[in-house]
């Protein structure tokens, strides 16, 4: 018993710094594929309520850029209002749409803190549970794909973006179909990665990436970027495509995030897939 | 107590810049520069071990709350405290240090400041790194972005030094 309270005092030092160590790292890995809280997030909200007074201290900035987004896309539904069509048809249409149905559903948020440059990249948005917004809905913007909500507290939201480790949207390249998934080389803000595609066809330079939808987070067809070159794997029949984004990820503002009113039906239907055989 | 409240504003302080001015600078280059391990060196002298390193577990998890890593500067953080009397005690001047003086490069020196914050930072910047990727296989990109930090940081703490400690000197 001696031996072992001299030998505590005599490593006290490293106990306590191992101890210590272990806590830090540990939360780290824990968090970063789980988030059990959003006590040591910017979702809690005394940090949200910080970031949130430098965003508007920040945010008069880039004004002029916002401006000009929201300008074009005020254009775009303007051009969709109804007193600007005109009726070809008379007497032939009702007000009761019964062919569509709408699937997906959006909310405007203002980006309060961002980074682009670390090994993973999460922005902190305004809005959080209070406005409806749940941890793993898609985040969109107006050129682009952002990321999914990782975790959120009454009035803030963190997006794990897609320029993080394991981000794994599934996309298609058209015009030849072609699915894989997005990752992240973790370098450079303006360019990803597209993994599980297969080498059997040639892929044009410039082809246009789309999410493909088939995870119900985002609507499929929302533009993430474009294919700037492709290299062949070793020993494997995947090419290694890069893809320049079509968002800019340094200068964005807003961000919608999207709810699909349908998700439950389709996770419901997906759960009666029989589970495989571990031989 | 004129002490206490000058290290407590210098807590909040290297918080404050690291968290709001520091992390939001994106310079390229895989540049991400770090100041708040100079906190930890211009404790003073005889502050002991064990507390500084609880010291540095707090600070840690303030950034890290306000920057999403979830503890990677709380790590880094406390590698630098557990250090620091190994470094200290290996620079040591010939006949101790002055309880009264405090780590900075106008009580001490320029060279001794780069000695010993010098490879204080290295060891920070490389561990701070290397947890983010880890991935062996990345290896030059970790020591490329911690070389790439650490001039980029070491002006930053100089700067820190020529604006709020000559000041207290003079005074």
Redesign the interface.
């Known amino acids: 018993m001696r031996n072992l309270i001299a030998f505590l005092k005599r490593f ?3 106990l ?2 191992a101890g ?2 272990v ?6 890995f824990t ?2 594929t789980f988030p059990r809280s959003q ?4 979702a ?1 909200s005394a ?1 949200g309520t ?2 949130s007074w ?1 965003n508007d201290l920040t945010k008069h900035l880039s004004l002029s850029r916002t401006n000009k987004k929201l300008q074009e896309s005020n254009k775009d539904l303007l051009e969709k209002i109804p007193r600007n069509f005109v009726q070809i048809q008379k007497h032939l249409y009702t007000i009761n749409d019964t062919l569509y149905k709408q699937k997906y559903e959006y909310m405007a948020g203002a980006v309060i ?1 961002s ?6 990249n ?1 922005f ?1 948005i305004d809005i959080g549970s209070r406005q409806g917004v749940k941890p793993g809905m898609g985040v969109v913007s107006d050129n682009g794909v952002v990321g999914v909500i990782h975790n959120c507290s009454a009035h803030f939201s ?1 997006i794990k973006t897609v320029l993080t480790d394991d981000i794994n949207i599934d996309v298609t390249i058209k015009p030849i179909d072609l699915n894989g998934l997005l990752k992240w080389d ?2 450079d803000a303006i360019y990803g990665n597209l993994t599980g595609i297969s080498n059997d066809q040639k892929i044009k330079k410039w082809s246009k990436v789309y999410t493909r939808g088939s995870s119900g987070i985002y609507p499929a067809g929302v533009l993430i970027g474009r294919v700037t070159t492709l290299k062949p794997v070793e020993g494997e029949a995947f090419w290694d495509v890069k893809i320049l984004f079509s968002e800019n990820y ?1 200068a964005l503002q807003t961000v919608y995030v999207v709810r699909n009113l349908m998700l439950e039906e389709q996770k419901e239907l997906e759960k009666q897939i029989p589970a495989p055989v571990v031989k | 107590m004129r002490n206490l409240l000058k290290y407590i504003f210098r807590f909040i302080f290297f918080v404050v810049i690291q968290t ?1 001015v520091l ?2 600078l ?3 280059f ?3 520069p770090m100041i708040y391990p100079l906190f930890i060196v211009l404790l003073p002298f005889d502050f002991k ?2 507390p500084t ?2 010291l540095a ?1 707090s600070m ?2 303030c950034i ?9 500067h ?2 880094s953080l ?2 630098v ?2 250090l620091r009397p190994l470094i200290y005690k290996a620079l040591s001047p010939r006949d101790g240090y002055d309880p009264i003086k405090e780590g900075s490069m106008y009580d001490m020196g320029h060279l001794w400041f780069l000695y010993a914050f010098g490879s204080l930072i290295m060891v920070h910047h490389f561990w701070f ?1 290397a ?3 880890f991935k062996f296989n ?1 290896i030059g ?1 970790i020591l490329r972005k911690t070389f790439v930090s650490i001039p980029v940081s070491y002006l930053f703490c100089v700067l820190y030094q020529m604006i709020f400690i000559k000041k207290e000197k003079i005074k």
């Open positions: 006290q030092v490293f306590v710094f210590l160590q806590i830090a790292l540990s939360l780290y968090f970063f006590y040591f997030t910017t809690s940090a910080v970031l430098r803190s980074t682009v440059d670390k090994t993973n999460y902190t963190v973790h370098k340094r | 709001m992390n939001q994106e310079v390229g895989g540049i991400h071990v064990i390193m609880f577990f840690g998890i890290d709350i306000m920057s999403n890593t979830y503890g990677l709380t790590s406390l590698l405290a557990y790194f947890i983010e990727m990345e990109y």
